[in-house]
């Protein structure tokens, strides 16, 4: 293999392996390695530079995976694909047994996923914090910590990432908290990877049928995410509180309807479940306008005065 020299950002020499070698048994998946020099942190613009240039070199194949090996570390998988990237399911694995480790991602990888690998508890949280995960394979005895806890720590963040633990532990007390702390599934080891492979795969295909509909409105002009709770007018973002998404998804769900100030204090509580008073509704309702209004263009919120409110914008497409 010959070792090149490669820039990122005009700024700094990184040594790249030019070669890598196709994998007999996925012709997707190709190897190389990084000579990290001794005591040096490796950059994330070197893992950039690698993807980009085998991004590049594979253009005309739908699904290219590298398996990047940094002497002294655990291999990180890069993932490349063409059109619909965005799509690809994103799993963490915590595992500290580096063996098994690179194994599940070997193989999850080769299944289409894009894979993160972390060795201990604090590498995994930093992970969580960065990015969201569709699902996290994890560990309980881990070096500087344990799984329990780190479930306890994702699940409220990010409550529809699917947890499975993968332990050694088969006490039916460790199994049950396992449940009780948010994971949809607990494996005792040693476990067959085949077929947990195909429990992930299933796991997905479920999620995606039962997905719920998109809750939108959107005219042309004003586009309301209830789901996502995104807005923007006119294609730029808005920044609206969960109150004022609340109250704009009662308005739009009864256009044309005057809802009198006594249902609408009925319905609406603030983030902490307090009822809304006279003067915040009146308050609350200024505040939207002046947001969802700020083109000038035609009212949304008509004042039926001595009534009520008047939602005047189209239906939903």
């Not at 190709?30 to 893992?47: E, R």
Request: aromatic share 10%; charged share 25%.
């Amino acid at each position: 293999m010959s070792v090149i020299k490669q820039s990122v950002n005009g700024k700094q020499e990184f040594p790249i392996v030019k070669d890598t070698t196709p994998n007999m048994m996925n012709p997707r998946l190709y190897t190389t390695s990084y000579n990290k020099p001794q005591g040096q942190q490796f950059d994330t613009a070197v893992l950039a530079f690698i993807k980009l240039q085998y991004t590049e070199k594979s253009c005309k194949m739908i699904n290219i995976f590298v398996l990047v090996t940094f002497h002294g570390h655990l291999p990180v998988i890069l993932s490349a694909k063409s059109k619909g990237s965005e799509d690809m399911k994103q799993i963490l694995i915590v595992e500290d047994d580096s063996f098994l480790n690179k194994m599940l991602a070997y193989n999850l990888t080769a299944d289409g996923y894009g894979v993160t690998s972390a060795l201990n508890a604090r590498t995994a949280a930093d992970a969580i914090r960065q990015r969201e995960f569709d699902l996290v394979l994890l560990d309980i005895n881990l070096p500087d910590g344990n799984g329990f806890e780190l479930c306890k720590l994702i699940k409220p963040q990010h409550p529809d990432t699917i947890v499975i633990f993968l332990t050694a532990n088969d006490q039916e007390s460790d199994q049950i908290r396992g449940y009780e702390v948010g994971a949809v599934d607990y494996i005792t080891k040693p476990f067959v990877i085949g077929a947990l492979q195909r429990k992930i795969k299933a796991m997905f295909a479920m999620l995606e049928h039962h997905k719920p509909a998109k809750d939108i409105y959107d005219d042309g002009r004003l586009f309301l995410d209830f789901s996502e709770q995104t807005a923007s007018l006119n294609g730029k973002p808005l920044t609206l509180s969960p109150m004022e998404y609340k109250m704009l998804n009662l308005f739009r769900k009864n256009p044309r309807q005057v809802l009198t100030r006594g249902q609408l204090l009925e319905k609406l509580w603030d983030i902490d479940e307090r009822f809304v008073d006279e003067h915040t509704l009146t308050t609350s309702i200024s505040r939207i306008r002046s947001k969802i209004e700020a083109d000038g263009g035609a009212p949304y919120i008509k004042t039926v005065y001595g009534m009520g409110y008047q939602w005047t914008g189209d239906e939903a497409k």
